[in-house]
């Protein structure tokens, strides 16, 4: 599976953004999902996940409730809305996948073998 994440760009605080994950391969839709970001000087941080079929969510605390992780398995893409946005939510934010025979979710960077580049979000106060 290769991942190719866009949408990033540069907002003003409290605006918003929806980032896209495009995946190429037959097993996109058996594959759980997951959007991480890391701002510079800092480790990569869990930001949501998403199951194969999309009925399970998880999210960092930091996000909830502002961010929204959905998929599309017709169109091989998973989403990342996300709303009232603040500058520490600057950061490049990475698409991740893993193929799975049930509908876990997960949320360290070690459980997911596929990453996509990642794509700029700037928050400015």
């Known amino acids: 599976v290769q991942l190719q994440a866009s949408g990033g760009g540069l907002v003003q605080a409290g605006g918003s953004l929806r980032l ?3 995946a190429s ?3 996109f839709s058996s594959s759980a999902m997951g959007w991480f970001r890391q701002a510079p000087g ?3 941080e869990f930001v949501a996940t998403v199951s194969w079929s999309g009925s399970r969510t998880g999210y960092a605390d930091a996000v909830k409730g502002r961010f929204t992780i959905s998929r599309d398995n017709a169109k091989n ?3 990342l809305q996300m709303n009232s946005l603040k500058p ?3 950061a490049v934010y990475y698409c991740a996948g893993r ?12 459980e997911y073998v596929y990453w996509g580049q990642g794509t700029q979000v700037t928050v400015s106060s």
């Open 77 to 79: 893409t998973v989403y």
């Open 99 to 110: 193929n799975v025979n049930y509908g876990s979710t997960y949320s360290l960077p070690g």
């Open 88 to 90: 520490e939510d600057t």
């Open 20 to 22: 896209s994950c495009a």
């Open 42 to 44: 800092k480790e990569r």
């Open 25 to 27: 391969g037959r097993t």
